[in-house]
């Protein structure tokens, strides 16, 4: 899914519970963790896992073009590939996914990425990736 589909789907998600949050809930309705105020609106806490980007070569780079799409936990959730798998990916994002990536910002990417969440090279021509 591109980033435009992302955003006009959370956008419609936004309206629908900005929507809903205007009425109210029926008495018998209980949500675990929830707190209702005063006007009967029920409040819920969601955890924060934000995370944090991984600082290495071309963290800018990386920042500016794939957390418009991605989390900055992103990246840490990934297995360890090889420079040619990222590359891949990072293609298919431009290619599959409509990222707005230029060439140059594109090698950064990887560059960082092999960085962060690289095989080490003695092990990249074992991997398979």
């Known amino acids: 899914m591109d980033c435009r589909k992302v955003i006009i789907a959370l956008t419609i998600t936004a ?25 009967g609106t029920v ?7 934000a995370g944090e980007v991984p600082k290495g070569p071309n963290v800018q780079v990386y920042e500016s073009n794939c957390l ?8 840490t ?22 990222a707005n990536i230029s060439e140059p910002d594109q090698h950064k990417i990887v560059e960082y990425l092999v960085a962060v969440r690289g095989v080490p090279e003695s092990k990249a021509g074992q991997s398979g990736h």
């Open 15 to 39: 309206a629908t519970v900005s929507s809903a949050a205007g009425q109210q809930p029926h008495p018998s309705t209980s949500v675990s963790g929830a707190a209702a105020n005063a006007s």
């Open 43 to 49: 409040r819920i806490k969601l955890p924060d896992y």
């Open 68 to 75: 418009l799409c991605h989390s900055a936990r992103y990246v």
């Open 77 to 98: 959730t990934q297995p360890p590939f090889s420079a040619q798998t990222w590359e891949k990916e990072v293609k298919k994002m431009v290619d599959a996914y409509g």
